[in-house]
């Protein structure tokens, strides 16, 4: 079972948008619908902001989305704001045993 | 709503036992349909699910941590833990418990305990 894999950086100007890719196996990310996004600003606990792929918890604005196609599931964030500077991890069920798996995180940055 | 706060040694000596619990406060470990998670993440890098414990006493581990890892719940105290044996300094990070809603949906979390390994 090893870490899904996503891009350790990305970088936008406010109001553009920003895609964080999150790249597993059919044993995970491609296996089933259940990929969760988490935000994570320094020093504080993971937010989660999506799951199920593509659902939103309430509170949580339009401009998080998700999507997957194979074993890649992506996270876009439109109009980005200062706020959004954070590390994203994204988490997927891994099937036996009921286990889960995290990406390894990935820092966007609003220039 | 739910709130989970973690508590436990921050200091902890190589080779013994790492003890760590999560107080459930404003809902229950017995509530039908959730899975009670410890999750963890070492300095600067990213988060990494150590196992869970489902409402029904069943628990799950990683497996590159399953044999030194065990999560128990005590219903009457609404709590659960965390119980890592033999620990080493690979052991020192922010330690994390949430209620996952089935899936990997973690959708309440603690605020996280700091456990350092050493002598």
């Known amino acids: 079972q090893s870490a899904l894999t996503q891009p350790r950086s990305v970088s936008a100007s406010p109001g553009q948008s920003v895609s964080i890719s999150c790249t597993g196996t059919s044993s995970d990310v491609g296996g089933y619908n259940y990929v969760s996004w988490y935000q994570q600003h320094p020093g504080k606990a993971p937010k989660l902001i999506i799951y199920?792929?593509?659902r939103r918890p309430s509170g949580v604005p339009p401009r998080f989305s998700g999507s997957k196609s194979g074993s890649t599931a992506s996270l876009t964030i439109s109009g980005l704001q200062a706020d959004d500077e954070a590390d994203y991890y994204c988490?997927?069920?891994?099937?036996?045993?009921?286990?889960?798996?995290f990406g390894g995180g990935t820092r966007v940055t609003v220039l | 709503q739910v709130q989970l706060q973690e508590s436990g040694p921050g200091l902890v000596s190589p080779s013994q036992t790492l003890s760590l619990t999560c107080t459930v406060s404003g809902g229950s470990v017995n509530s039908a349909g959730f899975y009670w998670s410890w999750i963890r993440q070492h300095p600067g890098e990213g988060l990494e699910w150590i196992g869970h414990?489902?409402?029904?006493?069943?628990?799950f581990y990683s497996p590159s941590l399953k044999s030194r890892v065990s999560i128990s719940v005590d219903t009457s105290k609404n709590q659960f833990s965390l119980r890592f044996t033999s620990v080493t300094a690979a052991e020192t990070a922010v330690y994390y418990c949430?209620?996952?809603?089935?899936?990997?949906?973690?959708?309440?979390w603690g605020q996280g305990t700091t456990v350092i390994v050493s002598s």
């Open positions: 199920d792929v593509t």
């Open positions: 949430a209620r996952d809603r089935g899936g990997g949906q973690l959708d309440v």
């Open positions: 414990i489902y409402y029904n006493g069943r628990s």
């Open positions: 988490c997927s069920y891994a099937g036996s045993d009921s286990s889960r798996v």
